[in-house]
């Protein structure tokens, strides 16, 4: 069983608010990743680390920020959530590999969103 | 940019008969993965394909890649109602700075009906 962890599973708040959510892992993995996912749809990349004090925009554009002071935590933050912002923000993470070679992503339980 | 196309979006099937979901990408992949997302759960990885032609077997699961490593199939013989959830494949896509992110499918979602 993958030991990466996210809180909170479920929120619900309103337009406006701040939210940070976390994510944590114990394998000692490089590579942190944020995805999006609304219900029974694809996956998509918001933000990726490759390790301390790296972090990149993935293939969708996010309103939401992350930071990676330490290599086990990657929290994603929201300044102002809206209800566009109503999702599942999967976490995940991997190995470090070389070139084309992504390794196996381990995804966390989830967080989901719902902005009022 | 990378793109991977997966077919079919949905199956409905009884319980016992074969399923298949197929994946093509338009460019040539080094390596695709296999992930299964039960419903209500979180995508779990199956199996990492690397090989032009390759056919990989877990139990009832059979996975190929494809000989020009542009696409590739999960095969699930006699489907059971421990199946049912959503497959996607996903490809490694150049995200810049010769960076390589993981690029998944809509996936197809099973249904298994007893």
């Known amino acids: 069983e993958a030991d990466i962890y996210q809180t909170p599973r479920y929120l619900v708040i309103g337009t406006g608010k701040k939210i940070t959510l976390e994510c944590s892992q114990t394998?000692?993995?490089?590579?942190m990743y944020w995805y999006q996912q609304d219900p029974g749809m694809e996956l998509h990349l918001i933000h990726y680390?490759?390790?301390?004090?790296?972090?990149e925009k993935g293939d969708l554009s996010s309103e939401s920020t992350v930071s990676r002071i330490r290599t086990e935590h990657f929290p994603l933050t929201l300044e102002s959530a809206r209800p566009s912002h109503t999702s599942q923000y999967l976490c995940?993470?991997?190995?470090?590999?070389?070139?084309?070679?992504?390794?196996?992503?381990?995804f966390g339980e989830g967080s989901r969103l719902t902005v009022l | 940019g990378q793109q991977v196309m997966q077919i079919p979006q949905y199956q409905h099937v009884q319980e016992g008969e074969d399923f298949t979901t197929y994946c093509n990408s338009s460019?040539?992949?080094?390596?695709i993965q296999w992930y299964k997302q039960r419903p209500g759960g979180h995508p779990v990885f199956l199996i990492q394909?690397?090989?032009?032609?390759e056919v990989k077997k877990q139990k009832r699961l059979t996975f190929q890649f494809g000989e020009a490593k542009k696409n590739s199939s999960l095969h699930i013989t006699a489907t059971q109602t421990t199946d049912v959830g959503t497959y996607f494949c996903?490809?490694?896509?150049?995200?810049?700075?010769?960076?390589?992110?993981?690029?998944f499918g809509k996936g197809t979602k099973l249904s298994v009906i007893p």
């Open positions: 394998m000692g993995h490089d590579k």
């Open positions: 394909l690397v090989k032009s032609g």
């Open positions: 995940a993470s991997s190995e470090e590999s070389g070139g084309k070679n992504t390794g196996e992503l381990f």
């Open positions: 680390s490759y390790g301390v004090n790296s972090t």
């Open positions: 460019t040539t992949l080094s390596n």
């Open positions: 996903a490809g490694p896509g150049y995200s810049g700075a010769g960076s390589y992110q993981l690029t």
